[in-house]
Each structure stands twice: as C-alpha cells, then as structure tokens.
C-alpha cells in the first residue's frame, strides 16, 4: 500500500493567511542525527572538537529561523488594531528581513518597506515589522514573500490599499552559482488603490527616500 504524503500546513497553499499555522516541529534528535550524516559525508569527522556540537547548534539555529510556521499573523497583531478616521498613506520603511531560500537553504537578507491607505482602521507601527518576520522566518522565495506581506494586510485592515516593496540580497547567488555579490533583488506587490498610478507612484518615492519636510 501506498504510503499517504503528510500533509502541508502554513504552506504558500494558505488561504487564510492570518489564520493559526499548525506546522509541528521535527523531532530535534532526527534533526541532529541528519547532521551528522551529512558531515560525514562532505568528509568531515563530527566527532572532533570544532564538530561534535554542530548538529546541535544547527538544530536549535534551524528552529530559530524558522520560527514564522509556529506562529500567525493573528498572534503578533493581537488587539493593536484601532478604529481611526485617517486618510493618508502610512508607510514604515526600511524593515529589515532575513529569510531563507527555499531552493539551497541559503539566507537572503535585506529591507522591506510597506504602506497602507486606512479605511478607518489603523494597525499599531511595531506589528508591521513582526507581520514580515512572520512570513520571512520561513523557507521562502522573495517573490511570494512579498505577496503574502500585502495579502496578510489586506486581510486583518481591510484598507483601500497596500503596497509592498522588498529589496534583497540573494546568498545563492552571491557565494554560488553566478557568484555576483552586488546584485540586488526587488519585488512589489500591490493591492487595491495602490494600483492606481498616482498612489503607486507616490508610494515608490517614499519608499525609495523621497521623503522631503517643508
């Protein structure tokens, strides 16, 4: 008989981005025997002085890292939406993310600046930052990165719009591969107003620091 594959959850198959993930954690000692095989196969001995702690370190980094599937967008923005009549965009900028390619397990790091227009509800600024971290603390591709931030916003403020813009470094390409250490990854998403040409624009100068004080 077939075995039946486990089935995914918190996977970019999500509907509900701001719904509870219920991925469970691997047994941290399977995690540790994994590693050492792994040394040994590269040609390394995990028993000597410099080694024999990896395979722990490693577990305990992984499971730092990849925090973002044992928690939800619901969590870390608790109670700190607000009713507020506000008309104007709200940008936090220059939000530092650190994530990992899901395609060689190498880090890609960089910042990521979101805005939104309200519709009579704001979010308090420190959860916008922790909203990223919940979908950059996982096995990711920027590119879905970047929709899921806008999307989980979409859905917990109902705005006329939001806009997201992430700019990266990529390691898989910077140490191997194509080996090219300065180039930089960009992508956006937009939802709602933020289609609109004007409110785009505008929100592309901000992000980019056309910020000017009369």
């Given at each position: 008989m077939a075995k039946s594959s486990p089935q995914r959850r918190g996977?970019?198959?999500?509907?509900?981005?701001?719904?509870?993930?219920?991925?469970?954690?691997?047994?941290?000692?399977?995690?540790?025997?994994?590693?050492?095989?792994?040394?040994?196969?590269?040609?390394?001995?995990?028993?000597?002085?410099?080694l024999v702690k990896t395979p722990?370190?490693?577990?305990?980094?992984?499971?730092?890292?990849?925090?973002?599937?044992a928690t939800c967008v619901a969590d870390v923005v608790n109670d700190a939406v607000f009713e507020e009549v506000h008309d104007s965009m709200i940008l936090v900028r220059d939000i530092e993310l650190y994530s990992l390619c899901e395609h060689h397990l190498l880090p890609f790091f960089g910042k990521a600046h979101v805005a939104y227009l309200p519709q009579?509800?704001?979010?308090?600024?420190?959860?916008?930052?922790?909203?990223?971290?919940?979908?950059?603390?996982?096995?990711?591709?920027?590119?879905?990165?970047?929709?899921?931030?806008a999307d989980a916003l979409m859905q917990v403020l109902e705005p006329l719009g939001v806009g997201v813009v992430i700019e990266a470094y990529h390691l898989c390409m910077m140490m191997r591969g194509v080996e090219k250490q300065h180039s930089k990854t960009v992508t956006s998403s937009m939802r709602g107003v933020f289609l609109d040409g004007n409110t785009r624009d505008e929100f592309l100068r901000l992000a980019h620091g056309g910020i000017w004080l009369d």
């Open positions: 996977s970019e198959d999500e509907r509900d981005v701001t719904g509870m993930s219920q991925v469970v954690a691997g047994d941290g000692s399977i995690i540790c025997d994994l590693v050492r095989q792994m040394l040994l196969h590269i040609g390394e001995d995990p028993d000597r002085e410099g722990t370190r490693f577990e305990t980094s992984l499971k730092y890292l990849t925090q973002g599937y009579g509800k704001i979010i308090g600024l420190s959860k916008i930052p922790r909203v990223v971290d919940v979908f950059a603390r996982r096995l990711q591709v920027q590119e879905r990165l970047t929709d899921q931030v």
